[in-house]
């Protein structure tokens, strides 16, 4: 499956079957769901239903789709359960390969593609029954795989349908699959019957995979056809009125009550026609699905599909194979293709939140001390020294930075492009990572914010502030968020905050320069004090939650009317280097009360 962005995207997933569109879609942020919308499109023509149902969500969702999963009617399908037995020359460590090797002579019925390849069991001459032969070594390998397969033409006509409603599928899944892998209690065998439109579709799966499939050509659109040919209307109203009168429970009454107002036939004539046509098809599946049935027990049936919802289907199918049965109505396919697929991202959403959850107890001590109580201000020192001044291969420098109370650690890196100077690197920032578990404030003063932001990011980077005045900021921005970092913004002594609009909502800092970026030791610029003042004064009429910081020049003459202002932290270098007392020069730059 296609490695979704979990911090921040939208997720679409549609079953897409003959005469109607689900859709079901998912907003993501920072690894959770932040908002779902469903949306059903009835219409023949699938083209302009996946259309309206795109349309739908994406206005309901708020944003365009990144990724799309597709279910629904592909046409015929085949099913096969194959062994395939592989005889080693001598003991063997069984690898990946040769399972792609036993794989790859699976045939495939002409016209036919094998969209599921599930292993139900692997067992060689040592070992049996095994989930996985990954590792162990053996002379003989023997693996019984269950292989579903579809008709590339079926799959070309969706891909149509895909095309001209203007959105790209990144992955197509069976509906039964899907289901099983959402509604599949474990140790149980369960069967699920589809009343698709052309096709009735009824498979059984145990834990371990499917061990049976079965398709009758027939569905609905038969039943609808029939209706058509018996009472000479349009297809589109007998579909309607099937929908609407069709029971497995008739009444007498029934003989007597008009189907539809705008025909003379009664509710009993087009049961007359659907009934049967359902007894025909469940009975068939009951009879096939009998040899299976008798060796694998199956605990419970699952119906899905346009029949499923009919008062009595239920009932007869579970009288009909004497098994209990539950209908899971017909948007269950896209609500489970949904489930399914966030389900596949659940390990990488786990590791996003519990580091959003890391970042967010260390950002929320830094806040409370900010804002409430100064007091503790020795615990956490809003004071960041940066490293162009020190010497970062010395380990005296980390233990004088703990000393302090140091635990924020600013990291200039200048590529000589966007200032005349080649200072630290990734390299640098990767050995300072390797020397201390502070958080790192990575100051990028370079050229191609995205790429340097992603290295930064890989080297460990805690925050990452790209320079304005640059192209591709909005995308660097983008990127670290999409890691999952803080992102923020440097803002030169001659750019105006109000070039920040556009992204300000999804900064989580803004650091104000107080010197031309490109050295350290400069005289620090107090017209730039102003521009903090605005920000603040932003900050708090829209309710933003970015920090304010300030880098260049700052010293104890100066650090105060930063605080003032409405700065959250200070970056020095020099002023901090060059002081006698590291812990001393540090406290002196701390806001007084
Ligand atoms: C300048 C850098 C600053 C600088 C700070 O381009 O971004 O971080 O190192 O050093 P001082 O405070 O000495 O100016
Ligand atoms: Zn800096």
């Known amino acids: 499956m296609f490695k979704m962005n979990l911090t921040d995207s939208a997720f679409l997933c549609l079953d897409i079957g003959s005469s109607a569109v689900h859709g079901i879609a998912h907003r993501v942020r920072s690894g959770r769901i932040s908002k779902s919308a469903m949306f059903m499109s009835e219409s023949f023509d699938l083209v302009d239903a996946t259309k309206s149902v795109i349309d739908e969500l994406?206005?309901?969702?708020?944003?365009?789709?990144?990724?799309?999963?597709?279910?629904?009617?592909?046409?015929?399908?085949?099913?096969?359960?194959?062994?395939?037995?592989?005889v080693f020359q001598n003991e063997h460590r069984i690898g990946p390969s040769d399972i792609r090797h036993q794989v790859s002579e699976i045939a495939t019925p002409n016209g036919f593609f094998k969209i599921y390849v599930i292993p139900l069991r692997y067992d060689c001459p040592h070992m049996r029954n095994m989930l996985s032969p990954i590792g162990h070594t053996d002379n003989q390998l023997v693996s019984t795989y269950a292989t579903m397969f579809y008709t590339h033409a079926a799959m070309d006509e969706i891909k149509s349908v895909l095309r001209r409603a203007h959105i790209q599928s990144n992955g197509f899944y069976d509906s039964q699959f899907v289901l099983n892998s959402v509604y599949h209690t474990p140790h149980e065998t369960t069967m699920f019957i589809d009343f698709g439109a052309m096709f009735t579709t009824a498979s059984v799966w145990t834990d371990r995979g499917p061990i049976w499939q079965h398709q009758i050509p027939m569905g609905g659109t038969n039943i609808t056809q029939s209706i058509v040919d018996r009472f000479d209307i349009p297809f589109i109203d007998a579909d309607r009125i099937k929908r609407g009168v069709f029971t497995m429970l008739p009444k007498t009454t029934d003989r007597f009550t008009p189907a539809d107002v705008a025909f003379d036939f009664s509710r009993a004539d087009i049961n007359d026609i659907v009934i049967p046509y359902m007894t025909n098809i469940i009975n068939g599946l009951h009879m096939a699905a009998t040899p299976i049935m008798e060796k694998h027990p199956i605990n419970k049936i699952i119906i899905t599909g346009g029949a499923s919802d009919a008062d009595?289907?239920?009932?007869f199918v579970s009288n009909t194979f004497g098994i209990v049965c539950e209908s899971m109505h017909v948007d269950?396919?896209?609500?489970?293709?949904?489930?399914h697929i966030w389900n596949l991202s659940a390990d990488d959403c786990a590791?996003?939140?519990?580091?959003?959850?890391?970042?967010?107890?260390?950002?929320?001590?830094?806040l409370k001390i900010f804002h409430k109580k100064p007091k503790k201000v020795r615990k956490f020192i809003p004071v960041l020294p940066s490293s162009m001044c020190f010497d970062m291969n010395n380990s005296t420098t980390y233990?004088?930075?703990?000393?302090?109370g140091i635990s924020m650690i600013h990291v200039d890196i200048m590529d000589g492009l966007y200032v005349n100077k080649i200072v630290g690197g990734i390299d640098t920032l990767r050995?300072?990572?390797s020397r201390t578990t502070d958080h790192l404030h990575v100051h990028l003063m370079t050229?191609?914010?995205?790429?340097?932001?992603?290295?930064?990011?890989?080297?460990?980077?805690?925050t990452v502030i790209v320079s304005t005045n640059t192209s591709g900021v909005k995308n660097a921005i983008r990127t670290i968020k999409a890691s999952?970092?803080?992102?923020?913004?440097?803002?030169?002594?001659?750019?105006?905050?109000?070039?920040?609009k556009p992204i300000i909502r999804d900064l989580d800092e803004v650091m104000v320069m107080t010197v031309e970026p490109g050295a350290a030791g400069q005289e620090f610029m107090p017209a730039c004090l102003h521009k903090i003042s605005v920000l603040a004064a932003t900050r708090k009429k829209y309710g933003l939650k970015f920090v304010i910081s300030v880098d260049g020049g700052i010293n104890d003459k100066n650090a105060q009317m930063c605080w003032d202002a409405g700065a959250d932290l200070l970056v020095s270098g020099s002023y901090l280097a060059h002081s006698n007392d590291f812990p001393i020069a540090v406290q002196s730059l701390l806001k007084k009360q």
Request: no cysteine; net charge positive; charged share 25%.
């Open 484 to 500: 999952g970092r803080r992102a923020g913004i440097a803002l030169n002594p001659d750019t105006s905050p109000t070039i920040l």
């Open 447 to 462: 050229e191609s914010p995205s790429a340097w932001a992603a290295d930064a990011i890989a080297s460990g980077a805690d």
């Open 399 to 404: 233990t004088t930075f703990d000393a302090a």
């Open 332 to 339: 269950a396919p896209v609500r489970a293709l949904g489930e």
């Open 431 to 433: 050995k300072i990572r």
């Open 312 to 315: 009595g289907v239920v009932d």
């Open 58 to 86: 994406e206005s309901q969702i708020g944003r365009h789709f990144d990724y799309a999963y597709v279910t629904g009617n592909f046409g015929e399908s085949k099913f096969d359960i194959t062994t395939k037995n592989t």
């Open 351 to 366: 590791k996003i939140i519990a580091r959003n959850e890391r970042m967010n107890r260390r950002f929320e001590r830094i």
